[in-house]
């Protein structure tokens, strides 16, 4: 049985989607502004958890060379998701003044 290869389409037919009104670009417009800002706080915790996983392991005297640079990575995104957050004024989001 031969497998049959079929070219991906290009472009999506938007023939008949009506405009947004004009409240719906408007409530978009403020969601895509606050999008870095959720991806800050999303980034910083998930790289908490990760970095407090990691910690431990360090206590326990088993942490390899990777795990130490798991661990450094960590540190770097909620350092730059923070970096993030005190421009946009919302260090509040993951509990800073």
Known sequence: MATEIVQAPVSV?????APLPAAASS?????HSAFPVV???TVYETAAVHAVQLAARAESGLM???DADDLAHAEELMAGAAATLASAGR???IGGA
């Open 13 to 17: 037919d938007r023939e008949g989607t």
């Open 27 to 31: 409530a978009l417009a403020r969601l």
């Open 39 to 41: 991806q800050a706080v």
């Open 64 to 66: 390899s060379d990777l």
């Open 91 to 93: 260090l509040d989001l």
